[in-house]
C-alpha cells in the first residue's frame, strides 16, 4: 500500500535492465527518502520508513518493490498520471 503524505521533491530514477540503463524515458520520479535514503532534518531512517514506506537505497530493493511496485508498474501508474493531469489542463 503507497503511502501518502505529503508534497516532496522529485529525483530521477533510471529503470534498469541488467543493471544498464534503459533510457531517460525509463524513469520515475523518487523523493530523496524514497531514493537515497535521505532523511528529513529532525527525522530518523526509522521514523522516515513509518511515515514514507520503505526508501531503495536504505531498506533495499526487495522491501521497496513489494510496498510499491517494480519498476515496470510504477512507471506505469507515474505515466498514467501524467496523462490524467494533461487531460485535465488541456
Not at 510499491?68 to 490524467?84: H, K, P, V
Amino acid at each position: 500500500m503507497m503511502k501518502l503524505a505529503r508534497f516532496r521533491e522529485c529525483e530521477i530514477h533510471h529503470l534498469l535492465d541488467g543493471g544498464r540503463r534503459i533510457g531517460h524515458e525509463a524513469t520515475v520520479g523518487l523523493s530523496p527518502w524514497h531514493h537515497r535514503g535521505v532523511c528529513d532534518p529532525g527525522m530518523t531512517s526509522g521514523q522516515m520508513e513509518l511515515m514514507f514506506g520503505p526508501s531503495l537505497a536504505y531498506s533495499g530493493a526487495k522491501r521497496f518493490r513489494a510496498a510499491f511496485g517494480t519498476d515496470e508498474e510504477l512507471l506505469r501508474m507515474q505515466n498514467r498520471l501524467i496523462e490524467a493531469r494533461l487531460v485535465l489542463t488541456t
